[in-house]
């Protein structure tokens, strides 16, 4: 990884590519085979990227230009003519242009009347729309090229410049020209993540110049890292550092950690008294901090949270916390504030508690080597217990005591200290920490038709998430959402009496409904097919490619336990039942289905999966596959029920 200083130059130019397009090369028309990758349907011939810092009248602002050339070689290629640029608040999109040049040399101008707005995210705390358009009159052989213009309305430090696309990139051109040194004194910089560039030079126009070629397509499989952290791209950010050294900045940006945090940590005789109140007769180190960490969560109110915790008037009326005795007082704060008063609390008990900076990699994962500050996101608790550092969030209403949100998790914390800072890797919370189990206790009738009650009970990270996505929702729509997924997964599935509890706070997440599901069981004369797995039905293979070019990556560990129970209908009997063999790698994952015959007329199913693990290489893939494989297949399995049949096989 290489972090490169972009060259100063104080020569102000407009920030664009130019209105004249540049003439087509004749020996690109004739092309007829990509370079980068065999087979590509389409090639980007030549993608050129300009960034501008710019002052306007004392405001700032960043102009990014984007021009991208791109050679159709199939019918499949016509995709990329289809354009999607996303814009939200502090961002437009201006001066789009475009046009395909025809094999035969023949323009079509994109008109202004083809480029619309749409929404494409609307909330009540997002609005994502964007600027779609369609190169005209494409087809094999021609050659398309656009342009346009993101104008954000600040200097945008950090910003993320595309280098690989989901087509072959043939030749890249970056060009970058930083505010004068007379404006601002950080010197702009440049680090490519996950591929290389040329050195920056200088061209005539007064902007530092780079390049890149050969780039592959970046394509999307299921279960993949993020794409940030698969694709090539280039991270634009100010430092005031003249040399950037990794080791070095880390102690040092540790320690600034350290002295900033710590008078907001500061233990008061007030702090002392009540953690001691809270702490009571707890002896052992769980049960104090989880006596501390429940009272921070529960008793006093973010002010953060889009939810609202808090009344207007009494934020209107709300001080600055600056300190732990201030939040204490006002029962209020950030989340930042209620950390640091877990962190005053626990420290009062006799911990020794720090701020613990970590990362999100559901973005992309941390790289000590980059010296930058700009990937650690969050800032968490760390508590020594013992000899090790245990992480604790007490501001998220949703997180058990013990781990902290997935995107944290199973990645480095950078522990503050006022001499020597340290990285701790944060552990991931184990399989059965996340969980989803799920009852259901039904009848089959004679036609097929099943119906029944079902009950699911989510904890850890699979409850935290379904709580985050439900949390500006109202109860009317929770309730729609678990209708609609049920009945795309069972077209014709009638359910009722949805309800959800602990939609809020850290007690799991329990939905509960009925449901009638006609034809569930096959009929072909006097036998019935029973699919047994009834959470499984229908579900999509997890991977269906036979090759894999990324690593396997899940969000976290999780588990699942079905209890499943299925009175059989008057008369039919199980003819040879038998139950699907378990499939075991290791402790990383575990299939189990247990079934028993009760009284000759109840089917008793019992499923568990468990997958702990959370990154497994490409070279693991073969391996990975022929287990979840298997693990569809046997969700599959079918129980034959015959009519006037004795029982034989499984015995209750």
Not at 91 to 111: Q, W
Not at 178 to 189: H, I, K, T, V
Not at 234 to 242: D, V
Not at 444 to 463: A, P
Request: proline share 7%; glycine share 6%; hydrophobic share 35%.
């Amino acid at each position: 990884m290489r972090t490169t200083p972009v060259l100063a130059v104080i020569l102000l130019v407009p920030a664009c590519l130019g209105d004249i397009w540049s003439p087509i090369d004749p020996e690109e028309l004739k092309l007829t085979a990509p370079r980068v990758e065999k087979d590509a349907p389409a090639e980007v011939l030549l993608s050129e990227t300009k960034l501008e810092n710019q002052l306007n009248g004392g405001y700032g602002g960043t102009v990014v230009s984007h021009y991208l050339r791109i050679k159709i070689f199939t019918d499949k290629g016509r995709d990329a003519a289809k354009v999607e640029l996303n814009y939200f608040r502090r961002l437009t999109i201006s001066n789009i242009a475009g046009r395909t040049i025809k094999s035969d040399g023949v323009i079509r101008e994109l008109k202004s009347d083809g480029i619309f707005d749409k929404d494409v995210v609307k909330t009540s705390g997002l609005k994502v729309r964007a600027k779609t358009f369609v190169l005209p009159d494409v087809a094999a052989g021609d050659i398309i090229e656009y342009r346009y213009r993101e104008n954000w309305d600040a200097i945008y430090n950090y910003m993320r410049l595309p280098m690989q696309r989901t087509i072959p990139v043939r030749k890249g051109i970056i060009r970058v020209r930083p505010l004068p040194p007379e404006y601002f004194s950080a010197s702009m910089r440049a680090n490519v993540f996950h591929g290389e560039n040329t050195p920056f030079t200088a061209d005539p126009q007064g902007f530092s110049v780079t390049t890149f070629e050969n780039l592959p397509a970046y394509r999307e499989e299921p279960y993949m890292p993020p794409e940030d952290e698969i694709r090539t791209w280039m991270l634009i950010f100010y430092s005031e550092k003249s040399k950037l050294v990794a080791d070095k900045f880390w102690i040092e940006h540790g320690r600034k950690i350290y002295a900033a945090t710590k008078p907001l940590m500061r233990v008061s005789d007030d702090i002392k008294r009540e953690s001691a109140r809270i702490v009571g007769e707890a002896s052992t180190p769980d049960e104090k901090l989880g006596k501390l960490y429940e009272f921070c969560q529960s008793k006093i109110k973010n002010t953060g949270l889009s939810a609202g915790e808090v009344a207007a008037d009494d934020r209107k009326e709300m001080k600055v916390n600056k300190t732990p005795s201030d939040t204490l007082r006002q029962g209020m704060g950030t989340g930042h504030d209620i950390n640091m008063l877990f962190a005053a609390l626990v420290t009062a008990a006799g911990f020794d508690a720090r701020p613990a900076d970590t990362s999100d990699r559901s973005d992309c994962f941390l790289n000590p080597n980059f010296p930058d500050a700009y990937f650690l996101s969050s800032q968490n608790v760390a508590v020594r217990v013992g000899d090790k550092w245990r992480f604790f969030d007490a501001a998220n209403r949703y997180l058990p005591m013990g781990m902290l949100r997935w995107q944290e998790e199973s990645a480095n914390a950078l522990v503050a200290d006022p001499k020597e800072p340290e990285w701790v890797p944060v552990q991931a919370s184990p399989a059965a920490a996340s969980k989803s189990a799920r009852t259901g206790r039904f009848t089959l009738s004679e036609d097929g038709t099943l119906e029944g009650d079902v009950k699911i009970v989510y904890t850890g990270h699979e409850m935290i998430e379904r709580k985050r996505l439900h949390a500006l929702d109202s109860m009317e729509k929770r309730q729609k959402q678990i209708e609609e997924s049920l009945t795309a997964r069972l077209p014709g599935a009638d359910v009722t009496g949805v309800e959800i509890k602990n939609a809020e706070g850290v007690k799991p997440l329990v939905y509960s409904y009925h449901v009638k599901v006609p034809g569930y069981a096959q009929r072909t004369g006097k036998r019935l097919f029973l699919p047994p797995a009834f959470f499984q039905r229908n579900m999509l293979q997890r991977f269906s490619s036979s090759d894999r070019k990324y690593a396997v990556y899940f969000d976290y560990c999780w588990s699942e336990e079905d209890d499943i129970e299925i009175d059989f209908p008057p008369g039919y009997l199980p003819d040879h039942p038998d139950a699907p063999p378990p499939i075991r790698a290791g402790d990383a994952f575990v299939y189990t289905v247990k079934m028993q015959i009760r009284d000759q007329k109840t089917l008793i199913y019992r499923r568990t999966l468990s997958v702990d693990g959370i990154l497994f290489p490409v070279r693991l893939y073969p391996t990975v596959k022929k287990l979840f494989d298997a693990q569809f297949k046997e969700d599959e399995h079918l129980m034959t029920l015959k009519q006037d049949a004795p029982a034989s096989g499984l015995q209750p």
